[in-house]
């Protein structure tokens, strides 16, 4: 008779759900590479200024756990800026991986190819595609894809808890609890 040890050595076809685990450097070298890359990128503002929700993403980096990263909070407080420019140029750095990110508004069909991570830039700003009569909802897809493939989710929102509640359906909420959640908050460095 065939234990559960022999289908686990033997059915190559059902392999277990592993996330990619990222230690990207010691934590000093991280925040340094950080300060660097936000000045570097961000031309917008005058003088660097190092929010306490910086160093949650700091750490994030430092060990990523398996876990994604979704940066949450009010307009002009760098979300964009650090998923965009400063996580991709780190990880480009550490790894040689290239990071890409795709506005939630210009979402589509998601690319199953592509790297091992899904970057969604500014949910809540989708609409729902139609798609010959039937309804597409491109970031719900995208999330849930990233779930069933084990690939690392990273995404931005200037939607707040309750509003995210309000507009995703628990299947989409429950995969985001994968990521680990960064709150910013402080006032716009936009001038």
Not at 115 to 137: Q, R
């Amino acid at each position: 008779m065939r234990t559960i040890e022999d289908t686990f050595k033997n059915a190559d076809f059902l392999q277990p759900k592993v996330y990619n685990r990222y230690k990207l450097g010691l934590r000093e070298e991280i925040k340094e590479m950080f300060i660097k890359s936000f000045e570097y990128y961000d031309k917008t503002i005058d003088e660097y200024n190092h929010l306490s929700a910086y160093d949650e993403i700091i750490d994030w980096m430092v060990d990523t756990r398996g876990r994604g990263l979704m940066l949450m909070g009010e307009c002009g407080l760098g979300k964009s800026t650090i998923l965009n420019y400063v996580i991709p140029a780190i990880f480009r750095t550490r790894t040689n991986k290239i990071l890409r990110s795709v506005p939630a508004k210009e979402l589509g069909i998601v690319d199953r190819n592509k790297a091992p991570f899904i970057i969604i830039d500014d949910l809540g700003t989708e609409s729902i595609k139609n798609d010959y009569g039937t309804k597409i909802d491109a970031v719900a897809d995208a999330i849930s894809y990233a779930e069933d493939s084990s690939k690392t989710l990273l995404i931005t929102t200037n939607l707040t808890p309750q509003a995210l509640k309000e507009r995703y359906d628990e299947r989409t909420l429950d995969r985001l609890r994968k990521c680990k959640v960064v709150i910013i908050k402080g006032k716009s460095f936009r001038n």
